[in-house]
């Protein structure tokens, strides 16, 4: 069984800056990734962030070059530096771990942009 759990998020005005962190736990395969989704209500999840166990990231255009995204191989780790937020950054921000042809969600956490 593999769980996911986000943790960070929050209220910060439009300038500031919010990290997340995102810990797996259970059968984890050496080769996965693990990324960052974000979704507003009505919407479809979209892509943030994804960084593989082999170090390759990928950035949705709209957040290169503010958001960072880093990974722990040892602890299942994976965390997202959101800089310079703005407030369409606003949504819940879902964490994802995707090996073996499946994905794992965790339970989204809230991040509020305000202007």
């Known amino acids: 069984q593999v769980q996911v759990v986000e943790s960070g998020g929050g209220l910060v005005q439009a300038g500031g800056s919010l990290r997340l962190s995102c810990a797996a736990s259970g059968s984890i395969s050496s080769a996965n990734t693990m990324g960052w989704f974000r979704q507003d209500p009505g919407t479809r999840r979209d892509l943030v962030a994804t960084?593989?166990?082999?170090?390759?990231?990928n950035y949705a255009d709209a957040v290169k070059g503010r958001f960072t995204i880093s990974r722990d191989n040892a602890k299942n780790t994976v965390y997202l530096q959101m800089n310079s937020l703005k407030p369409e950054d606003t949504a819940v921000y879902y964490c994802?771990?995707?090996?073996?042809?499946?994905?794992?969600w965790g339970q989204g956490t809230q991040v509020t942009v305000s202007s």
């Open positions: 994802a771990l995707l090996q073996s042809g499946r994905n794992y």
């Open positions: 960084m593989s166990s082999f170090g390759r990231s």
